[in-house]
């Protein structure tokens, strides 16, 4: 059973930064579009951002410029350099797998979900 697991949440003041890991375990992820989801207190979870191999990265305009999402397939690790960060990025942050090499940004087309970190962000 494929396993994911977010760490590296925590608290930061405005403007701080933040690198998030998602690790994988049982899966190899170069067969995945990879998607790091938020869901802010009170609003619907959301794609940020998402890796595949044919599409590269992909950001949501919230985020553009702010923060950055790599992968160690080697390691079986997804990162999640969050820079600048603002009050309104605060939340849970989920990691999320998508077999095949399309970026899906709907929540319901995600086929595997770690557990969340949290992100709150002061200010």
């Known amino acids: 059973e494929v396993q994911l697991q977010a760490s590296g949440g925590g608290l930061v003041q405005a403007g701080g930064s933040l690198r998030l890991s998602c690790s994988a375990s049982?899966?190899?992820?170069?067969?995945?579009?990879i998607g790091w989801f938020l869901q802010a207190p009170g609003k619907e979870r959301e794609n940020i951002v998402c890796l595949s191999s044919s599409e590269g990265d992909l950001y949501a305009d919230s985020v553009n410029g702010r923060f950055t999402i790599s992968s160690d397939n080697a390691k079986s690790t997804v990162y999640l350099q969050m820079n600048s960060l603002k009050p309104e990025d605060t939340g849970v942050y989920y990691c999320?797998?998508?077999?095949?090499?399309?970026?899906?940004?709907?929540?319901?087309?995600?086929?595997?979900w770690g557990k969340g970190t949290l992100v709150t962000v002061s200010s």
């Open positions: 999320a797998l998508k077999y095949g090499e399309l970026c899906m940004k709907d929540m319901n087309d995600m086929d595997y």
């Open positions: 049982r899966v190899t992820l170069d067969d995945y579009a």
